[in-house]
């Protein structure tokens, strides 16, 4: 049925009388009154009694009146919802986030914005290594993800490092080169212990870096556990298995048993650092995508300007 005749028909049925319904419209009466009667030998019924005054509808054109409401504000409702699907307002939002990336305050606080500023956004969130989140955004079964170093650059993706920060040794609390002053500790000091770190392919950059690093302090680490998550490393150090590596932000973690160190300074290094990265295809983004990689952006710039 044509959605256009409906609106006539209410018009009309409005207005009791073409000519003033016809006004309304913006349109001349004998173009309205032939869609009308158009839309009459369309359905085979009678849906207005003429009048000297005008026109009233028929019992037809009563049951006709209900429906027509329903239809066209249906259809009204549709074409603003896709309308602000079109602006990026409004439709789902596939995110995938490593644990490490999770643990940074930056994330919570862009999802809370997203909701408030987005509420027609739907937000479908999911835990990845940075492998598999990787995978999933170049096969579109995610829009976008955050991570810490990316494992590849497969071809289409786009990766943009937002910001980094310190990365810092993590021990057992009562691990003896614990400083009593809260001080850095010498990679050295760690030379006899294992290490527990996120499998290469999850974190090679942070795996391959610290390795670089402990050959500087002259000695090889023994890699006593490779683990797919963050938080997995952190529940084995807290149970004394080894030592580790983690983003500052993930400090707080198993408080009571664990201490959070910075890395002693090496001569000739650059200082451990992970960044926060946010993985995208390069394909043009569009609707709810593109809305919320400008948001990412924005409160990024805002975060760190005012920072600095």
């Given amino acids: 049925m044509d959605l256009r ?29 032939q869609q009308i009667k158009a839309l009459e030998g369309r359905l085979g019924l009678t849906l207005f ?5 005008g026109v009233a509808l028929t019992d037809a054109g009563r049951l006709l009146q209900d429906e027509a409401r329903r239809l066209v504000g249906q259809a009204d409702t549709l ?3 896709m309308a602000q699907v079109a602006a990026g307002r409004q439709g789902p939002l ?3 986030f490593t644990s490490s990336a999770a643990a940074h305050a930056f994330l919570p606080r862009v999802l809370r914005e997203c909701r408030q500023q987005y509420p027609g956004i739907r937000l479908e969130l999911a835990e990845f290594n940075a492998a598999e989140l990787t995978e999933a955004v170049q096969e579109a079964r995610l829009h976008c993800g955050f991570l810490r170093v990316p494992v590849a650059a497969p071809e289409g993706l786009e990766f943009e490092t937002l910001f980094d920060e310190p990365a810092l040794l ?5 691990h003896p080169a614990v400083p009593a002053d809260g001080g850095a500790v010498p990679l050295a000091a760690l030379r006899d212990d294992g290490f527990i770190l996120v499998r290469r392919p999850g974190a090679p950059g942070l795996y391959a870096e610290l390795l670089v690093l402990c050959r500087h302090a002259g000695f090889e680490p023994r890699v006593v556990a490779e683990v797919p998550r963050m938080l997995t490393n952190l529940n084995l150090v807290a149970a004394g298995a080894g030592v580790s590596v983690v983003p500052a932000s993930m400090r707080g973690v198993h408080a009571h048993a664990l201490a959070y160190c910075d890395i002693a300074e090496l001569p000739g290094t650059r200082p451990l650092r992970a960044p926060m990265t946010l993985v995208s295809r390069r394909a043009e983004p569009v609707g709810p995508t593109a809305t919320f990689l400008a948001l990412v952006r924005e409160l990024n710039q805002a975060v760190f300007t005012a920072a600095g």
């Fill in 5 to 33: 005749q409906l609106r006539y028909f209410l018009a009309v049925a409005e207005a009791g009388h073409i000519t003033r319904a016809a006004e309304r419209l913006g349109m001349q009466q004998p173009p309205l009154s």
């Fill in 94 to 96: 596939q995110l995938g």
């Fill in 79 to 81: 074409q603003r919802r």
């Fill in 170 to 174: 993590v021990l057992p609390n009562d």
């Fill in 49 to 53: 009694e003429r009048h000297a005054k």
